[in-house]
């Protein structure tokens, strides 16, 4: 499945790495304007694991869609560029470093003026070329990796060739479009400025023939900063940039050469009295006097520490601190708190929702979003239905199964599960969904373990519902008191109702937060 949906930013770089390859900064800035206009669409903050490049040059991002602010959705945006320019190298335009850097124009972190000034930075933008190169990029780099092959060090011309030159400026020479690239190209000081990047991702330098092809060198020039190019996989803000200098070379040491002395060994200044006479000079012996002032500050300090801290002495002497015969009772008070606070936050923030559905048996849906969509908090081991809807067509059904294997990730286990709609054309009027199926005696047992479901539509775009019960009664729990949730309910014979539950209608009880529906279905007119 991962093949057909191209791979992510995260093993494009960590390919190129292997390969010893470089990536034009250009198509780094591309990647990153594609998914700002996506964020525009469909806000959320993906990291570099979340977006992916197919074979054909598309961009796509598999988050779910938070409704995350612009701020947020923004960093996560510079991050994914500033995770490209790492495999970028050198000659990375200074308005894409001072973007990773210091963020927006202005200060403000807002997602359409990003999308503003990447696209600024990329004008004349020719996207078709864009998605020619990273089309090429992305179908050599995995077809390298599968025949684990050492390719080329780096990208050469004819691998770039006129696709990249109309990425960024018209072919004609002269043009005011072609000496602006130009400047981007090749800051000032660029070849003199060493990559900090270089020894991380192994880029060495390697002897060509003479006849080799001339290459396209990327490095990151010395003032991009490490904290910048660490990607973003959730709405955490990015860390302040610090810069990392290029290391300056330490002169060589000159040799020490030992002068030739000019005086006699012999000779003796007339005022430096003679040691065997020391005693006769009226000394006394200094070692005993700075002996007893140190004694005297050792005596000091163990007084102090007595009196202000008689548990610290108490440790340096050997001796066990008292035993408190109620800190077993005031640990376990201040955990019975914690958690009494930690429940209290949970349920100002959840709460249940409780449907009384007429006729019974009739299946109670909750949207989860449109395909690519995510739906999180699904224990593991137990089985799980959803439903497909695109427009116009018939929808259809995937469940997975309790013996499913689930895939381990940083975030948690993850499932991917790809449906594709019906071919048939179906109006609204006509939905009919078709019978569930869930098996009631193949549920499963759930093994304490919370993972996601990632659920990816052919099309992309389709509604995405998942099955949550049957009536007469279902309760929903835990569900988010500040989000508007939308319900399907739909039953054989009988037209389908939506139902949305809004902040507003949940209440306060004694059971916590809790809305209440009644929903009743009315028979379906033949047509």
Do not use: C
């Amino acid at each position: 499945m991962n093949d057909l949906l191209g791979i992510t930013v995260a093993e494009l770089v960590r390919l190129l790495k292997q390969r010893h390859a470089r990536l034009p900064f250009e198509i780094g800035a591309f990647v990153a304007l594609e998914v700002a206009e996506k964020e525009l669409e469909n806000p959320a903050t993906p990291g570099v694991d979340d977006v992916r490049l197919t074979d054909d040059g598309v961009v796509s991002i598999y988050a779910p869609s938070s409704g995350a602010p612009s701020e947020d959705a923004a960093r996560a945006v510079v991050g994914i560029l500033a995770h490209l320019l790492v495999a970028a190298g050198s000659g990375v335009p200074p308005v894409f470093l001072e973007l990773v850097e210091s963020g927006p124009r202005g200060g403000i972190w807002d997602l359409a003026g990003l999308r503003d000034e990447l696209e600024a930075s990329l004008l004349p933008l020719n996207r078709s070329a864009a998605r020619r190169v990273l089309s090429r990029l992305v179908r050599e780099t995995r077809k390298g990796a599968t025949e684990q092959k050492a390719p080329p060090t780096t990208l050469t011309a004819s691998e770039v060739d006129d696709d990249l030159d109309a990425l960024l400026h018209d072919d004609e020479p002269g043009s005011a479009a072609s000496s602006s690239v130009s400047r981007l190209s090749e800051p000032p000081g660029a070849a003199d400025v060493a990559s900090p990047y270089q020894d991380a991702l192994d880029f060495d330098d390697e002897a060509h023939d003479e006849d080799d092809p001339p290459t396209v060198e990327r490095e990151l020039p010395a003032a991009v900063s490490v904290a910048a190019a660490v990607s973003v996989a959730a709405p955490v803000p990015v860390a302040a940039p610090v810069s990392v200098a290029a290391p300056v070379p330490a002169p060589a040491p000159s040799p020490v050469v030992a002068a030739p002395s000019t005086a006699p060994s012999a000779m003796v200044d007339a005022r430096m009295p003679d040691l065997d006479g020391f005693e006769e000079l009226g000394h006394r012996p200094r070692g005993l006097v700075w002996a007893g002032v140190f004694l005297v500050l050792i005596v000091g300090l163990g007084v102090g520490v007595k009196l202000l801290r008689p548990d610290v002495f108490d440790r340096m002497m050997g001796e066990a601190p008292p035993v408190d015969p109620n800190a077993e009772a005031t640990a376990a008070a201040s955990q019975r708190q914690a958690q009494e606070q930690a429940q209290a936050e949970a349920d100002a923030r959840y709460g249940d929702l409780v449907l009384s559905v007429s006729p019974e048996r009739a299946q109670v849906l909750l949207f989860v979003g449109r395909g690519p969509a995510v739906m999180p908090n699904l224990p593991v081991g137990v089985a799980h239905e959803f439903v497909a809807i695109a427009d116009g067509k018939e929808p259809t059904r995937a469940v997975v199964s309790p013996d499913s294997e689930w895939e381990t990730t940083d975030t948690g286990s993850l499932y991917e599960l790809a449906m594709q709609t019906g071919q048939r054309d179906m109006t609204t009027e006509a939905l009919d969904l078709g019978a569930t199926r869930l098996d009631a005696d193949a549920m499963g047992q759930p093994s304490g373990e919370l993972g996601r479901v990632r659920i990816l539509t052919t099309p992309p775009g389709a509604k995405v519902y998942y099955v949550i019960g049957f009536g007469p009664d279902v309760r929903v729990r835990h569900l988010l008191t500040s989000e508007v949730h939308e319900l399907l309910v739909f039953r054989e014979g009988y037209e389908p109702q939506r139902v949305v539950v809004a902040p507003s209608d949940f209440r306060d009880t004694a059971d916590g937060k809790v809305a209440e529906q009644s929903v009743q279905l009315e028979r379906r007119h033949r047509r």
